[in-house]
Structures are given as structure tokens and as C-alpha cells.
């Protein structure tokens, strides 16, 4: 079973997406630093994590060429460690969680298992490109506004792509860090179907700044310290 640790990254962001969890919550994610990155290596190990993915309070893409040295260093502490996965040893694999599509970015994202890109409308989808063996993977947060016919093309889409392996539907995060329900019911038949359908929940361990934490929510606070 795949043993997740996300690292959270704040860069700051591009503010196009329709609602904002961190703006809305007022959850205050620190910065990201070289420096933050010194303990990964020994929380990898410490807590055997055999997949690693990033994400943010803000897009880990953000101004990426302005932050090549930080993801040098990560790349650096990631290609040391080796891990079990399918009964294999391989080089412990990356997943990308962004909001800039493939033309929008010159990070090489064929250095990813996976790339998770994060949309908000359905003409975002063409300019979603495989660009080496990466699993391509496209996820929609589900807002008042949708309709089923907005989910149906939307699936029906990604079925017929040649660059796109896999499609997530997840509840809008309201301003109470509460999970809404829109069209849920519907959401529900298509799970594992034409879709995956994603509940809210803390399923990984969260790395950010050197420190540790079970809940998002809660990365702004000292609880969990290395």
C-alpha cells in the first residue's frame, strides 16, 4: 500500500483559481525555503513514505524558474532514495499536484510518475499534454455552478484523450474548512466508472518547513515538530 508524504510548498500563486481553500480559511502557509527541505530526507526514511507528492498554499509552480535552486535540492534528496513499490526496488516517485496546464510552465514534467492537474473548466483540458511517461491525471473541484451535463463532458473528454489517464471529481471547501455536496449523489454512481470520486479527508502526512503534521489544516500551528 502506497505510504504518501506531501510536501507543501508555498511560493506564492497566481490567484486564477475560482475559490482559494488557503485564502478562504485564512490557513497561513509558510514560505518555502531551501532550508525547509534539510529534515525531508530523514522524514522519508523515518516514517517509510514510498511516494512523495507536491502541492501547496499557493501553486508549487508559481514563477517555477525563480525556484529552480529549491527544486534542485529536492530533486537531489529524492533521486538518493530508493524504496519498495510492486515488489520492486525503484527511485522513490514523484506526483505533481498544479494548476498550470502543460504549456503554461517549463518545469519537465516527465521527471513525475504522475501529474495531477487541477482545473477549473472544461477548455482548460486541451492544453493538458503527456510530455514523457508521466501518468497524467486531471482533477475538477465540484461548485454550485456545475451540472451534470458539465460532468458528462468533462468525462467524456478525458475517455477519448490520448494524454489523459485519469479523471477526479472532489467537493468544494467551503470558508469553515467544511465539505460541500454538490450533484454528490451523481458523483457517487460514476465512482470508478468514468471517474473517481474524492472525500475530503487527511489521507497523508504533510511535510513543510522541516516539520510534520497529520492535518492541513493545522500546518500553520507547532503540534507536530521533528
Same mark, same amino acid.
Given at each position: ?12 500563486? *497566481?490567484?486564477?483559481?475560482? &475559490? ?16 525547509? !527541505? ?26 517555477? +524558474?525563480? *525556484? ?26 514523484? @506526483? ?7 504549456? @503554461? ?12 492537474? *487541477?482545473?477549473?473548466?472544461? @477548455? ?9 511517461? +508521466? ?10 455552478? &456545475? ?19 485519469? !479523471? ?15 450533484? +454528490?449523489?451523481? !458523483?457517487?454512481?460514476? *465512482?470508478?466508472? !468514468? ?10 502526512? &504533510? ?13 500553520? +500551528? ?5
Amino acid at each position: 500500500m502506497d505510504k504518501y508524504l506531501s510536501v507543501i510548498t508555498n511560493f506564492g500563486c *497566481h490567484y486564477k483559481c475560482p &475559490y482559494c481553500i488557503v485564502t478562504n480559511n485564512n490557513l497561513q502557509i509558510p514560505k518555502s525555503t531551501i532550508g525547509g !527541505l534539510d529534515c525531508l530526507e530523514d522524514v522519508l526514511k523515518e516514517n517509510n513514505c514510498n511516494i512523495i507528492s507536491l502541492s501547496g498554499g499557493g501553486d508549487p509552480l508559481h514563477e517555477y +524558474e525563480k *525556484h529552480i535552486d529549491w527544486y534542485r535540492k529536492f530533486f537531489s534528496i529524492v533521486h538518493r532514495r530508493n524504496v519498495y513499490r510492486n515488489n520492486k526496488e525503484r527511485q522513490i516517485p514523484v @506526483e505533481m499536484h498544479t494548476s498550470y496546464m502543460t504549456d @503554461e510552465t517549463s518545469f519537465p514534467f516527465y521527471d513525475c510518475y504522475r501529474v495531477v492537474y *487541477h482545473a477549473n473548466s472544461y @477548455e482548460q483540458l486541451s492544453h493538458i499534454k503527456r510530455t514523457g511517461r +508521466e501518468i497524467v491525471r486531471v482533477v475538477f473541484v465540484v461548485t454550485e455552478n &456545475y451540472t451534470i451535463n458539465d460532468i458528462m463532458d468533462i468525462a467524456l473528454f478525458v475517455k477519448n484523450s490520448s494524454d489523459i489517464d485519469e !479523471l477526479s471529481f472532489r467537493q468544494m471547501i467551503d470558508n469553515n474548512y467544511e465539505e460541500q455536496h454538490y450533484l +454528490e449523489d451523481y !458523483l457517487r454512481l460514476g *465512482h470508478q466508472k !468514468l471517474w473517481w470520486y474524492i472525500e475530503q479527508c487527511d489521507y497523508n502526512l &504533510y511535510y513543510c518547513e522541516n516539520r510534520i503534521y497529520t492535518e492541513y489544516k493545522r500546518i500553520r +500551528e507547532e503540534e507536530y515538530s521533528l
